[in-house]
């Protein structure tokens, strides 16, 4: 018996700008995580010079907190998003021998 398409084939690698989106996926949360200052009368000053709009030390604050929050959380979601297709793609690669589609075992 020979394979057939569903068990052979490879998938696409993904294309330029595809890889590009994905890199930023990491580097903006990271990025902003290392740039982040520690004070929160630091955060409302940077607001102030980008923006013009003066914030309160509370509410730069809890906006601090918040942006640390959401760039742990990305962080932590692209990683298990990374974690599941490298997982599927080692099971994927483990069961070559076994065509899905057909439930029979391939002789190679």
Known sequence: ????????????????????????GWVAPGAVLALMPK????????????????????????????????CVASLCGLAAWRLRRYLSDQARHAGRLFCAKRKERIVQ
């Open 1 to 24: 018996m020979n394979a057939h398409g569903c068990c052979t084939s490879t998938p696409a690698s993904p294309g330029w700008a595809r890889r590009c989106a994905q890199g930023a």
């Open 39 to 70: 004070c929160p009368a630091c955060v409302a000053a940077y607001i102030a010079l980008a923006t013009g709009i003066g914030l309160s030390l509370d509410n730069a604050a809890l906006l601090r907190s918040f942006l640390l929050l959401v």
